[in-house]
């Protein structure tokens, strides 16, 4: 990890655990307990924290602005072209190398009786890789006591743009 890296942890009352890191808002890693009541991990992560920085499997993390490829990296919106950092050959994959897997997101933590959260918050701005406008990104992690995980995710931007995802 380099130095900029978290890791932040939900925990819940039934043992299982989860870390979210604040590079690519990813999901570092998930223990839960097994039938014999054992703590196993139950998600494909990687051994080594360096393995995270390249990725590129994209294992766990979020994607964007746009989570696809698009074809020769360009896009047209209301008779502009747009052109994008290409990383896949001619092709743009992800979001790009500047993509929201390869960024520092902002992280807050939160709790209360049933749940706890991760929320993580970043702004894309514009011209980020090639995309119009100022994209501001909320992912909120949650995880119940009664063992239920989930992501909502918002954004928000000033200027018409592809965001998917």
């Known amino acids: 990890m380099s130095?900029?890296?978290s890791v932040e942890t939900l925990r819940n009352?039934?043992?299982i655990t989860v870390l979210v890191s604040n590079r690519g808002?990813?999901?570092?890693?998930?223990?839960?307990?097994?039938?014999?009541?054992?703590?196993?991990r139950i998600c494909l992560?990687?051994?080594?924290?360096?393995d995270y920085v390249d990725d590129p499997a994209y294992f766990g993390v979020l994607v964007g602005r746009v989570a696809n490829r698009i074809s020769n990296s360009r896009f047209a919106?209301?008779?502009?072209?747009?052109?994008?950092?290409a990383n896949e050959g001619v092709h743009h994959l992800h979001g790009g190398n500047t993509g929201l897997s390869r960024v520092h997101w902002k992280t807050n933590r939160?709790?209360?009786?049933?749940?706890e959260w991760?929320?993580?918050h970043h702004t894309s701005p514009d011209g980020a890789g090639g995309y119009p406008g100022n994209l501001s990104l909320h992912a909120r992690y949650r995880l119940?006591?009664?063992?239920?995980?989930?992501?909502?995710?918002?954004a928000r931007t000033d200027r018409t743009t592809p965001v998917a995802l």
Do not use: C, F, H
Request: net charge negative.
């Open 144 to 154: 119940t006591a009664m063992g239920r995980l989930s992501l909502s995710l918002s």
């Open 3 to 5: 130095t900029l890296d």
């Open 45 to 50: 992560e990687y051994g080594d924290d360096r």
């Open 25 to 40: 808002g990813a999901i570092r890693s998930v223990l839960a307990p097994d039938r014999a009541g054992r703590i196993e």
């Open 77 to 85: 919106i209301d008779g502009s072209s747009y052109v994008l950092e």
């Open 13 to 15: 009352r039934n043992g």
């Open 118 to 120: 991760i929320d993580l």
């Open 110 to 115: 939160g709790k209360d009786e049933a749940e």
